[in-house]
């Protein structure tokens, strides 16, 4: 296994959640690291991404609420998700590789009333 996700959960209203991947130190320390959503029946897309250097990308719907960091030292990287809604309700992949390379298992993340 290479990439391990964790922090996925219910959620409710304007709640936050912070989504962990671990990342075997081989790829951690190659490929640039993102988070990647998908409803069913739909195609993966893009949440958040950071290059090696710290560069990172959000897609608009999380800019300004999303926060993507990555720790060196523990091979992992993190989502923060603040200001959450029903919108978020998907399952969240850690990617290594710019959206191909390698997929974690996925992580669900549901809104709750």
């Known amino acids: 296994v290479q990439l391990v996700e964790s922090g996925g959960g219910l959620v409710q209203a304007g709640g936050s959640l912070r989504l962990s991947c671990a990342a075997s130190?081989?790829?951690?320390?190659?490929?640039?690291m993102g988070w990647y959503r998908q409803a069913p029946g739909k195609q993966r897309g893009l949440v958040a991404s950071?290059?090696?250097?710290?560069?990172?990308t959000y897609a608009d719907s999380g800019k300004g609420r999303f926060t993507i960091s990555r720790d060196n030292a523990k091979n992992t990287v993190y989502l923060q998700m603040n200001s959450l809604g029903p919108g978020e309700t998907d399952v969240y992949y850690c990617?290594?590789?710019?959206?191909?390379?390698?997929w974690g298992q996925g992580t669900q993340v549901t809104f709750s009333s």
């Open positions: 990617n290594a590789g710019s959206g191909k390379g390698y």
């Open positions: 130190l081989s790829i951690f320390s190659i490929y640039a």
């Open positions: 950071i290059s090696n250097s710290g560069r990172k």
